[in-house]
Nanobody, 124 residues
Framework: QVQLVESGGGLVQAGGSLRLSCALS????????MGWFRQAPGKEREFVAA????????YYADSVKGRFTISRDNFKNTGYLQMNSLKPEDTAVYYC?????????????????WGQGAQLTVSS
């Protein structure tokens, strides 16, 4: 059984920084992609960033490019989302997810495993 456990959410002022972590445990995979998505109240879940565990290719939504950085620690089986220059519009529940197929990196429907979500609130 796969488990994704997120940590690091919270309340931060605009312009501040925060780092989310996502620890993967249970079944292991030879190759997968870890993605971060977010969902604000009344909105659909949207892609934020993703990283291929082997090779480390990274992908970002235009809205977070230059502000957010995705990374991973192979030994800890943990992914990170460093968020800088935060804006009130970044407020959402952030989810990490794992994809083991060849489907699109950007669509939540391609990810089969999800974390519980972490609330980020950015005050103005």
């Amino acid at each position: 059984q796969v488990q994704l456990v997120e940590s690091g959410g919270g309340l931060v002022q605009a312009g501040g920084s925060l780092r989310l972590s996502c620890a993967l445990s249970g079944r292991t995979f030879n190759a997968y992609t870890m993605g971060w998505f977010r969902q604000a109240p009344g909105k659909e879940r949207e892609f934020v960033a993703a990283i291929k565990w082997l090779g480390g290719n990274k992908y970002y939504a235009d809205s977070v490019k230059g502000r957010f950085t995705i990374s991973r620690d192979n030994f800890k089986n943990t992914g990170y989302l460093q968020m800088n220059s935060l804006k009130p519009e970044d407020t959402a529940v952030y989810y990490c997810a794992v994809k083991v197929n060849d489907g699109s990196t950007f669509f939540p429907s391609q990810y089969g495993y999800w974390g519980q979500g972490a609330q980020l609130t950015v005050s103005s």
